[in-house]
């Protein structure tokens, strides 16, 4: 899966976790936040396309995946960047059950 594929199927698995992502220029790194309520994203824009699936890959692995559907071949290639980051998803192997 080419990284640009994968960029957009991460943003999708952010929107139905209940996160809004925003794609912003500046000198920050990125990571979640809430504003106003609202659970938020935001990637730097001007980084390399792997910089920022590592931001949304880290803030996906703090976050419950348990309801919401990941296409097995995102999911493994998700899986993949939780093993280059060093990073142990929240919810329980029991959770990355497809039924």
Do not use: H
Request: proline fraction near 5%.
């Amino acid at each position: 899966m080419k990284p640009e594929k994968f960029l957009l199927e991460m943003e999708q698995i952010l929107e139905q976790a209940g996160y809004s992502l925003r794609k912003e220029r500046g000198s920050f790194r990125g990571d979640e936040c809430i504003m106003e309520g609202n659970k938020l994203v935001v990637v730097n824009k001007n980084k390399p396309i792997e910089s920022q699936l590592g931001t949304m890959g880290r803030v996906l692995s703090q976050i419950d995946l348990a309801g919401v559907y990941i296409k097995p071949a995102v999911r493994k290639r998700l899986e993949e960047l939780w093993d280059q980051l060093a990073v142990t998803p929240e919810e329980s192997p029991e959770d990355f059950e497809l039924e």
